[in-house]
């Protein structure tokens, strides 16, 4: 017996990360910012600051993706560009206090949301979902080098 296509693997994901995805950006507009740029400043390091080059890839983004982002961020006074010392090719991304801030709120609104998850659905079955997460991925991540061989 065949399964409906709304019961595949990757339909339950793509499902559940649009509604989370919907869920989050709805919190974020209450804080006059998106989901992209909360997922944005969670990685840029608060002290050191971090380069776009090195945010990018935990996006899953090219860096050359992220101006629009950069530019929202940098006009809502959240950080600020300064020029890379020794090479003039890079620029370091630095939060400012408002930065840091809408940081933690980002953190929280995270924070929350898997205190309430691990609340309803329990210790052991959100690590079993860990772990069925994690095998999924490496399996893809498999696949997809076998599939570019």
């Not at 507009?29 to 740029?37: G, I, N």
């Not at 953190?107 to 069925?132: Q, Y």
Request: aromatic share 4%; charged share 30%; glycine share 4%.
């Amino acid at each position: 017996m065949s399964k409906k296509h709304t019961e595949t693997i990757d339909s339950k994901l793509k499902t559940a990360w649009q509604v989370v995805s919907r869920m989050y950006n709805a919190e974020a507009v209450l804080h006059d910012a998106t989901l992209a740029m909360g997922h944005f400043l969670l990685n840029v390091d608060s002290h050191e600051g971090s380069y776009a080059s090195d945010i990018a890839p935990a996006l899953g983004m090219e860096s050359t993706s992220l101006s629009r982002i950069i530019q929202s961020l940098e006009e809502k006074k959240l950080l600020q560009r300064i020029p890379d010392t020794k090479d003039g090719r890079k620029i370091k991304i630095m939060l400012t206090k408002k930065g840091i801030a809408q940081k933690e709120v980002a953190k929280n609104t995270i924070r929350n949301f898997n205190h309430i998850v691990e609340l309803k659905i329990g210790k052991e079955k959100l690590c079993d979902f860990f772990k069925t997460i994690d095998g999924i991925i490496e399996l893809a991540e498999e696949r997809n080098k076998l599939i570019k061989q």
